[in-house]
């Protein structure tokens, strides 16, 4: 089974960033898309950023285009949400998911992913 684990939440107040992290222990990345979900209490998960390891194409959801970043790092194998100018409505708890799947793109979709971590809160203050 693999194992997906976030770091990087916290609380900030509006305006401010946080960068969460993403990695899979003992396993790199090739031929994994990546991706970002967040899930605000009484709402479903939804997708924010994904990343196709192999060929570095990224999508975004709307609400987080133009303050949102995801990234690599190739020797880490580690994947990171860059999040600047942060709004109250970016609360939420955030989940790191990952998928082997021989494709140019990601999805921004939960079913398209299998493995996921726990989460890590993000709180945005106003």
């Known amino acids: 089974q693999l194992r997906v684990v976030e770091s990087g939440g916290g609380s900030v107040q509006a305006g401010g960033s946080l960068n969460l992290s993403c990695t899979t222990p003992?396993?790199?990345?090739?031929?994994?898309?990546m991706g970002w979900f967040r899930q605000a209490p009484g709402k479903e998960r939804e997708g924010v950023a994904c990343l196709n390891w192999s060929t570095g194409n990224s999508a975004y959801a709307d609400s987080v285009k133009g303050r949102f970043t995801i990234s690599r790092d190739n020797a880490k194998d580690t994947v990171y949400l860059q999040m600047n100018s942060l709004k109250t409505e970016d609360t939420a708890m955030y989940y790191c998911?990952?998928?082997?799947?021989?494709?140019?793109?990601?999805?921004?979709?939960?079913?398209?992913?299998?493995?996921w971590g726990q989460g890590t809160q993000v709180t945005v203050s106003p």
């Open positions: 003992g396993l790199t990345f090739d031929d994994y898309e």
């Open positions: 998911a990952a998928e082997k799947r021989y494709m140019t793109g990601c999805y921004l979709f939960t079913s398209e992913y299998r493995y």
